[in-house]
């Protein structure tokens, strides 16, 4: 069965405090890892597309990088209006040939002032 | 602007009724799909179109109807049969293919009274 674990499920920082959110996965044929921002009440919104291990993506605070096994998420130097849920989905092509998203639980980070 | 929009953004279902939430896109995507999204269980799959007058059932289809008579439209029925319906309800769409990630919608939220 896919899975797709993200951790920790909750993080606190203060501003300026850089850290990392884990994505790990156990599929078989993974086409693609997406990382999306939640803000409450809202839909997700697209973040980043990763494809194959090594690739490495970049937007303003964010930096995705993607290994065989898992995917992090870095934040440098985060500001409040970076707190909001971010969840990882994979992309895997299932047996009846179409293909889907399978998400993670998501982290809720907090950023202080 | 192309989006995917979603209505009523709140609903309030009694019990014993069916209701259906709108699900509208005009970014010429062929996929479509319904998720639900309850705390701590991150996004469940519902169904899914890849195609007009076609859907299959996602993982958690009982007491869901969905129908595609329209490339742009993917309404989901909420029927008497679903036994814990209030959730956050979040539609999406994508182009068809292994390389693309979903935009989804702002979400409908349903509340059982």
């Known amino acids: 069965e896919d899975q797709v674990t993200q951790s920790p499920e909750a993080l606190r920082l203060q501003e300026g405090e850089s850290s990392s959110l884990n994505c790990s996965y156990t599929v078989s044929g993974l086409r693609g890892l997406f990382w999306y921002r939640q803000d409450p009440g809202k839909g997700p919104e697209f973040l980043f597309t990763?494809?194959?291990a090594g690739e490495e993506k970049e937007k303003e605070r964010l930096k995705a990088t993607l290994t065989k096994k898992e995917s992090f998420l870095h934040i440098t130097a985060p500001k409040p209006e970076d707190s909001a849920t971010y969840l990882c989905a994979v992309r895997v092509v299932s047996g009846g040939g179409a293909d889907g998203l399978t998400f993670g639980k998501g982290t809720h980070l907090i950023i202080q002032p | 602007d192309g989006g995917i929009t979603q209505s009523p953004k709140y609903l309030f279902r009694k019990e014993g009724q069916n209701v259906t939430l709108s699900c509208e896109q005009n970014l010429n995507h062929d996929a479509m799909y319904w998720y639900r999204q309850d705390p701590g269980q991150g996004l469940r799959l519902i169904y899914y179109?890849?195609?007009?007058?076609?859907?299959q059932k996602g993982d958690i289809a009982e007491g869901y109807s969905v129908s595609r008579e329209k490339k742009e439209s993917f309404p989901l029925t909420v029927t008497s049969a679903q036994k814990n319906p209030t959730a956050f309800y979040l539609c999406?769409?994508?182009?068809?293919?292994?390389?693309?990630?979903?935009?989804f919608g702002s979400g409908t939220r349903l509340t059982v009274v």
């Open positions: 179109s890849q195609i007009v007058n076609d859907f």
């Open positions: 990763l494809y194959s």
């Open positions: 999406a769409s994508s182009r068809t293919g292994p390389l693309y990630g979903y935009t």
